[in-house]
């Protein structure tokens, strides 16, 4: 059974930062991609960040230049530094991979907030 745990969030100043982690376990097929979403009550889950396999990443316009995904694939694992947070990018972060046989997994979200 694939499982993603996450750990990292909390409360952060803005300008301040914070890092996520998401390991996955239970995975057979090779990961595609690992990727950190984000939702805030009455609005759709968005993409924050993802990476491919072979490192290739996208970023939302909103964080490009204040976060970075890294991934270890040794590991299974995912991070997600967040640098200069600002208010609007409180939200509960889900980790998310896609494997190679189209199946797709969730974590359990983690809170972040960014206030002063």
């Known amino acids: 059974q694939v499982q993603l745990v996450e750990s990292g969030g909390g409360s952060v100043q803005p300008g301040g930062s914070l890092r996520l982690s998401c390991a996955a376990s239970?995975?057979?097929?090779?990961?595609?991609?690992m990727g950190w979403y984000r939702q805030v009550p009455g609005k759709q889950r968005e993409l924050v960040a993802l990476?491919?396999?072979?490192?290739?990443?996208n970023y939302a316009d909103a964080v490009k230049g204040r976060f970075t995904i890294a991934g270890d694939t040794d590991k299974n694992t995912v991070y997600l530094q967040m640098n200069s947070l600002k208010p609007e990018d409180t939200a509960v972060y889900y980790c998310?991979?896609?494997?190679?046989?189209?199946?797709?997994?969730w974590g359990q979200g983690t809170q972040v907030t960014v206030s002063s």
């Open positions: 990476i491919r396999r072979r490192g290739s990443t």
């Open positions: 239970g995975i057979i097929f090779s990961i595609y991609t």
């Open positions: 998310q991979t896609l494997l190679v046989n189209a199946r797709e997994y």
